[in-house]
C-alpha cells in the first residue's frame, strides 16, 4: 500500500496542471490579493482587512479545486484507460488505488493549507486560527465533504472530459457562495442563507468561526457531516470499477 500511494504522488508530481491549480495557485492569490494596499486595510464592512477574510476562502479554494477537479478527473482517466479493471485481476485491487488516491488529495490539501496561512502569516502578517483544535475540526469535515463530493463525481461519469466539465459546473457557482467574487458580508440575506447549506459556503462559515477563537458553529457541522455522508454513501454505492 505505501508503495503503491508512493506511485500516484510520483504520478501527481509529474502533472504540472495538478500541482499548480491544487498546490501554487492558492499561494499565488494571496500574494496578489495581499499586494493591493486596499487589502491590508480594515474594510468597515467586513470588520477585519480584506486579506484576513480572503485567507480562508482561498484555503477552501484549494480543496474545491483537489476535490471538484483533480480526484474525479484522475479516477475517472484510469477507469477510461482500463487501469481499474486490470488491476481487479491482481492483489493489488482497484479499491487501493482509490485509497491511495484519497490519501495523495488529502496531503495536498493539508499541504495547500499549510503554505497559504504560512504565506499569509509572513508576507501580511494574518493571524493564525483562534482555535488549532476547532480549525483541525474544519479542515477534516471540509475535506471529506469535498473528496466526497468528487468521489460522486467519479462514481456517476463515464469521461475524463466529462469530468473536468461537471466540476466547472459546481465549482464557480459553489466558490460565489463561499464569498470568493463578492464577500459574504455584502451578500443579500437570502443568499448568504443559501450559502450555509452549501459545501464551499459552510467550510468558509467554519474556518472563520475558528479564525475568531471559536468553534465551527453547528449548522456548518451538519451541513459538512450531512455531504460528506450522502455522498460518500452514494459514491460507495455506486462506484464502477470498469
Do not use: C
Not at 503503491?4 to 491549480?21: G, I, M, N, Q
Request: no cysteine; hydrophobic share 55%; proline share 6%.
Amino acid at each position: 500500500m505505501n508503495r503503491l500511494t508512493a506511485v500516484e504522488f510520483k504520478l501527481f508530481l509529474r502533472d504540472p496542471a495538478a500541482y499548480f491549480w491544487t498546490l501554487l495557485f492558492p499561494v499565488v492569490l494571496v500574494v496578489i490579493i495581499g499586494s493591493i494596499p486596499s487589502s491590508r486595510e480594515i474594510n468597515v464592512e467586513l470588520g477585519q482587512r480584506g486579506i484576513d477574510y480572503f485567507t480562508p476562502v482561498l484555503v477552501v479554494l484549494a480543496f474545491a479545486l483537489t476535490g471538484l477537479f483533480i480526484t474525479p478527473t484522475y479516477l475517472v482517466s484510469y477507469r477510461e484507460k482500463g487501469i481499474l479493471r486490470r488491476l481487479s485481476t491482481t492483489p493489488v485491487g482497484p479499491a487501493r488505488v482509490l485509497v491511495a488516491q484519497l490519501v495523495v488529495q488529502t496531503t495536498v490539501a493539508v499541504a495547500t493549507t499549510i503554505l497559504v496561512l504560512a504565506t499569509s502569516r509572513v508576507l501580511w502578517d494574518v493571524k493564525l486560527p483562534g482555535n488549532p483544535a476547532g480549525f483541525v475540526i474544519a479542515f477534516l469535515l471540509s475535506v471529506t465533504a469535498v473528496l466526497s463530493i468528487g468521489l460522486f463525481l467519479a462514481s456517476v461519469i463515464k469521461t475524463s472530459k466529462a469530468a473536468t466539465g461537471a466540476g466547472s459546473m459546481l465549482f464557480f457557482p459553489l466558490m460565489f457562495f463561499a464569498g470568493l467574487y463578492v464577500p459574504r458580508e455584502q451578500m443579500p440575506d437570502a443568499l448568504v442563507r443559501i450559502g450555509d447549506y452549501t459545501p464551499l459556503g459552510a467550510s468558509v462559515q467554519a474556518f472563520g468561526d475558528v479564525a475568531k477563537g471559536h468553534w465551527p458553529g453547528l449548522t456548518a457541522v451538519l451541513v459538512l457531516l450531512a455531504y460528506s455522508v450522502a455522498f460518500g454513501a452514494a459514491a460507495a454505492r455506486l462506484f464502477r470499477w470498469e
